[in-house]
């Protein structure tokens, strides 16, 4: 008799929308729809296995930060229709979407926590609508490593203090808060500053880490915070030892705060403007630029320093910021996603 061999259940796999937005408007080319996100993320198949969720940013034109009970209560039925579920979500905390620096004035920092009630309010309500079983609620200081380098001490104190209500505000919704490590946000542009961040606020039951390996991989390289980085500014990328080891390095300090986690691929360089200025630069999977052999480097965040499963996320989220639209509109490639997934699903997922 053949012995059949069963797939790992979890982590449950998810795609992200907001790549249908973040990049696209009047400078650059049309937002994709949250419909077509979610018909080509449903599209998606590789050897029977389909994507299980999605994470949202919880903007418009895709989901509005005031969006009524009846309006999520649509949006909870098309995601059923699809047969798929919400995870983490994104609150609109920065300034172009009616949000304010964490380290700002008394009233930006009050529309701060304001969004992230907002986006309590509607994660709360996909959960009593049974559309998302698990996830976070996605943060960060919205403001800019320039601006907070102006004075490092006390723009800090301010970012944990706004945390800290923020919190408060996760708390009453029963929400647990990710603030997303990406170098280009003040007070989160290195990881050494990062952990320092989530001491200070000092509430790991509701604030934790939520890495991307797009971004972290920057970390290592000391885009906007040099004194922090790992390899050299010279790194020779052959040198696969060293480059694991930094890793270590890194995962080390960050792996015990995270508790949300994006799959992605990374060129080693950066791109951006305005807001989201020297952001990691998204590879698809399997680029040829792309630095990270994503499923064993994965594996620095699900396993421990022993190699034992952390088991501290139910899901992954693939993350693949503003790639052109026409890459987007294929097919192939949330298969090829999806496929990169699954393998490090394969490599470090659990019954």
Request: hydrophobic share 40%; net charge negative.
């Amino acid at each position: 008799m053949t012995k059949l061999t069963r797939r790992p259940a979890l982590p449950r796999l998810h795609n992200a929308m907001w790549p249908g937005l973040v990049g696209k408007g009047p400078d650059s080319e049309p937002p994709i729809d949250l419909d077509t996100m979610l018909r080509l993320t449903a599209g998606a198949e590789v050897d029977g296995v389909k994507f299980d969720g999605v994470d949202l940013f919880l903007f418009d034109p895709h989901v509005n930060i005031d969006s009524r009970d009846d309006e999520l209560g649509r949006l909870a039925d098309r995601l059923s229709a699809l047969e798929l579920v919400v995870g983490s979500v994104v609150a609109p905390v920065w300034p172009p979407t009616g949000g304010g620096s964490a380290m700002g004035s008394t009233d930006e920092r009050r529309r701060f926590v304001e969004q992230v009630r907002r986006g309590c309010r509607i994660a709360r309500r996909l959960r009593e609508l049974g559309a998302r079983p698990y996830g976070v609620v996605r943060i960060d200081s919205a403001a800019s490593p320039a601006d907070w380098a102006k004075d490092p001490a006390a723009n800090t104190r301010l970012i944990a203090e706004t945390f800290r209500e923020a919190c408060d505000v996760a708390e009453d919704y029963g929400e647990r808060l990710a603030a997303e490590g990406e170098i280009c946000w003040g007070g989160m542009h290195s990881w050494r500053h990062m952990v320092k961040l989530l001491e200070m606020v000092d509430r790991p039951k509701t604030l934790g880490f939520q890495a991307d390996m797009a971004h972290t991989l920057l970390f290592t390289l000391g885009y906007n915070a040099p004194e922090d980085r790992i390899l050299p500014e010279d790194f020779d990328w052959t040198q696969t030892d060293r480059f694991q080891a930094a890793l270590r390095q890194l995962t080390a300090a960050l792996r015990p705060w995270t508790i949300d986690f994006h799959v992605a691929q990374n060129d080693g360089t950066v791109k951006g403007s305005g807001s989201h200025d020297k952001t990691g630069h998204h590879c698809l999977p399997h680029d040829q630029n792309g630095k990270l052999d994503i499923v064993r480097d994965a594996g620095h965040w699900m396993r421990d320093e022993a190699g034992q499963l952390t088991r501290s996320f139910r899901h992954i989220c693939w993350d693949g910021c503003m790639f052109p639209n026409a890459v987007m509109m294929q097919q192939r490639t949330w298969n090829d996603i999806l496929g990169t997934m699954i393998a490090v699903r394969a490599a470090h997922g659990w019954e």
